[in-house]
């Protein structure tokens, strides 16, 4: 039976579930070296097949990655969610975004908006991600979004870094919280030019 994906709204974005339509983009970014913190580049056949695996968790698990659209113009910026295929030892938190449309806080706002979805509608008490120690980007945006280093963590292969989501009760009001509210009205300010390194 088929899964129906919930839609989430944010200030900029539209998150709809993964569709034929948008694989271009996916195959463009997942054959590039974009994609080098996450197994990539991968060769049209890989790319096909992971895209087939984006569509098919959301029918395993229940949830899965979204698409990441543009509320305006419906163009697609990347994606994030969550990830747990066979392998992983718990629910990842994760995202990708494609080349074109990295330094806009459009990751930080989609996670953002996906954990706030699994904590208070799947009742998610934990979550991690999983990042390649050398992708000093989504380590950023990790601490920006309040996750830490869990040391005692299982890992995916010994390689990875895990980092640790605030908790619900942690997160719910907090200054956090708070500051990834501001973050994110930054950056949806026509006028705001973020300085300095670009991150997503």
Do not use: C
Request: charged share 25%; glycine share 8%; net charge negative.
């Amino acid at each position: 039976m088929p899964f129906d994906i919930p839609v989430i709204e944010t200030r900029r974005l539209v998150l709809r579930g993964p569709a034929p339509q948008d694989y271009p983009d996916f195959k463009a970014t997942f054959s590039s070296y974009r994609s080098r913190f996450m197994g990539g580049p991968l060769n049209p056949y890989e790319a096909w097949m992971l895209y087939a695996a984006e569509i098919g968790h959301w029918q395993v698990r229940g949830f899965g990655m979204w698409m990441i659209h543009d509320k305006a113009t419906d163009e697609t910026y990347g994606m994030a969610g969550g990830w747990q295929p066979a392998g992983w030892p718990e629910r990842e938190i994760a995202w990708i975004i494609w080349p074109g449309a990295a330094g806009k806080g459009y990751a930080l706002e989609a996670a953002h908006a996906a954990r706030r979805h699994f904590y208070s509608n799947l009742g998610w008490e934990t979550a991690v991600s999983y990042i390649d120690p050398k992708n000093l980007d989504s380590i950023r945006l990790a601490e920006r979004l309040g996750a830490k280093k869990d040391h005692e963590a299982a890992t995916i292969d010994g390689n990875d870094a895990v980092y640790r989501h605030p908790a619900p009760d942690a997160l719910k009001d907090s200054q956090i919280a708070h500051g990834i509210d501001m973050e994110i009205a930054h950056y949806a300010d026509p006028l705001f030019k973020p300085e300095g390194w670009a991150i997503d």
